[in-house]
T-cell receptor, first 111, second 115 residues
């Protein structure tokens, strides 16, 4: 089955800096790669996603890149703000079957 | 956008009792719902996939007799934790496949504490 690894587990940045979180997946059949933000005591919220027929997608300060050959995908957050502090999860699925989540990255943005 | 409502948000129960958690899709029909369990500072682990009108598919290692899942309508799936024990204390999250741009919509989670 699919296995998703995520790094780093924690990431501390200064406000205004960029943050990059990386994930690798094992199943070449996976074709949907979402990123979620989870705040304490709440469910995950989708922040951006990418499908396997696209290499990069951007939404304001957030971007995701996908390298299908290497089975890597990454989340890029620019101009970080304190409210970006949360736990971020990557995930992968094939054809909207079950999502397999990465281990999570705790992002702390200091003012 | 698609909304999934999960209730209760918090529940405390005594050991040996059963607890039911509801997951409702408010503005769309969800033929498939997913139930996850999350321990503190850990990732979401899929427990089971719930399909409307059929038996749920449980992940390896999840006790189907302990975690009863019912998906009797296109807008409601329930998870019942039977004969709860302190080790069942966790954060339970449901998700529905909404076929929209996002694909999946998550509930707000239920914090279960068994005392």
């Amino acid at each position: 089955g699919e296995n998703v690894e995520q790094h780093p587990s924690t990431l501390s940045v200064q406000e205004g800096d960029s943050a990059v979180i990386k994930c690798t997946y094992s199943d070449s059949a996976s074709n949907y790669f979402p990123w979620y933000k989870q705040e304490l005591g709440k469910g995950p919220q989708l922040i951006i996603d990418i499908r396997s027929n696209v290499g990069e997608k951007k939404d304001q300060r957030i971007a995701v890149t996908l390298n299908k050959t290497a089975k890597h995908f990454s989340l890029h957050i620019t101009e970080t703000q304190p409210e970006d502090s949360a736990v971020y999860f990557c995930a992968a699925s094939e054809g909207f079957q079950k999502l397999v989540f990465g281990t999570g990255t705790r992002l702390l943005v200091s003012p | 956008g698609a909304v999934v409502s999960q209730h209760p948000s918090r529940v405390i129960c005594k050991s040996g009792t059963s607890v039911k958690i509801e997951c409702r899709s408010l503005d769309f029909q969800a033929t498939t719902m997913f139930w996850y369990r999350q321990f503190p500072k850990q990732s979401l682990m899929l427990m089971a996939t719930s399909n409307e009108g059929s038996k749920a598919t449980y992940e390896q290692g999840v006790e189907k007799d302990k975690f009863l899942i019912n998906h009797a309508s296109l807008t409601l799936s329930t998870l019942t934790v039977t004969s709860a024990h302190p080790e069942d204390s966790s954060f339970y999250i449901c998700s529905a496949r909404d076929f929209g741009p996002g694909g999946y919509t998550f509930g707000s989670g239920t914090r279960l504490t068994v005392v």
